[in-house]
T-cell receptor, first 112, second 111 residues
Framework: GEDVEQSLFLSVREGDSSVINCTYTDSSSTYLYWYKQEPGAGLQLLTY?????DMKQDQRLTVLLNKKDKHLSLRIADTQTGDSAIYFC????????????FGAGTTVTVRA | AAGVIQSPRHLIKEKRETATLKCYPIPRHDTVYWYQQGPGQDPQFLIS???????DKGSIPDRFSAQQFSDYHSELNMSSLELGDSALYFC??????????FGPGTRLLVL
């Protein structure tokens, strides 16, 4: 997507933390999402954050939002081989615009 | 918990043929979205429906049409198929304005 940018690749050692970054351009973004896609599979919603929050934690996942810099990150603690996948950052632009605009996706490879 | 159901899961068609993709939303979800994901691409929004009416339209070709039925399931009709239509087609459902949950997708291959 043009409005949402992500780095394309991340390699991480098993047991380490992974940090996936995303920047978005539209300051009217309301919700920001992280979806996971395993090879040949569908899109699994991991977590989301409302634009008036700056942090959300859910088990091994921590989402940080810096609204001033329009920067979103997803931290995965204790990364496992099952975390190898493509991670998409996505946004909805306003309270009346519900379609998702996706980033290009970050391919995360977990090595033993 | 019930998830979004899409059928068929895989479809092979020839150029210029027609295809129909079906989506059954999560029970009590009244909104359906269609997305197209080309090889190595991010999903692109095509069209959405709320309470059987089209609610938004994205980069959907004129050769494609869609509708939502009284039981809230939706169908995406694709005519005059082109090689470039080969992609993974996702349906997502939600309550109005709420988080979207995606189906497993239909993989369409046009030969």
């Amino acid at each position: 997507g043009e409005d949402v940018e992500q780095s394309l690749f991340l390699s991480v050692r098993e047991g380490d933390s992974s940090v996936i970054n995303c920047t978005y351009t539209d300051s009217s973004s309301t919700y920001l999402y992280w979806y996971k896609q395993e090879p040949g599979a569908g899109l699994q919603l991991l977590t989301y954050i409302f634009s008036n929050m700056d942090m959300k934690q859910d088990q091994r996942l921590t989402v940080l939002l810096n609204k001033k810099d329009k920067h979103l990150s997803l931290r995965i603690a204790d990364t496992q081989t099952g975390d190898s996948a493509i991670y998409f950052c996505a946004e909805t632009l306003s309270l009346n615009d519900y379609k998702l605009s996706f980033g290009a996706g970050t391919t995360v490879t977990v090595r033993a | 918990a019930a998830g979004v159901i899409q059928s068929p899961r895989h479809l092979i068609k020839e150029k210029r043929e027609t295809a129909t993709l079906k989506c059954y939303p999560i029970p009590r979800h009244d909104t359906v979205y269609w997305y197209q994901q080309g090889p190595g691409q991010d999903p692109q929004f095509l069209i959405s429906f709320y309470e059987k009416m089209q609610s938004d339209k994205g980069s959907i070709p004129d050769r494609f049409s869609a509708q939502q039925f009284s039981d809230y399931h939706s169908e995406l009709n694709m005519s005059s198929l082109e090689l470039g239509d080969s992609a993974l087609y996702f349906c997502a459902s939600s309550g109005f304005g709420e988080t979207q949950y995606f189906g497993p997708g239909t993989r369409l291959l046009v030969l």
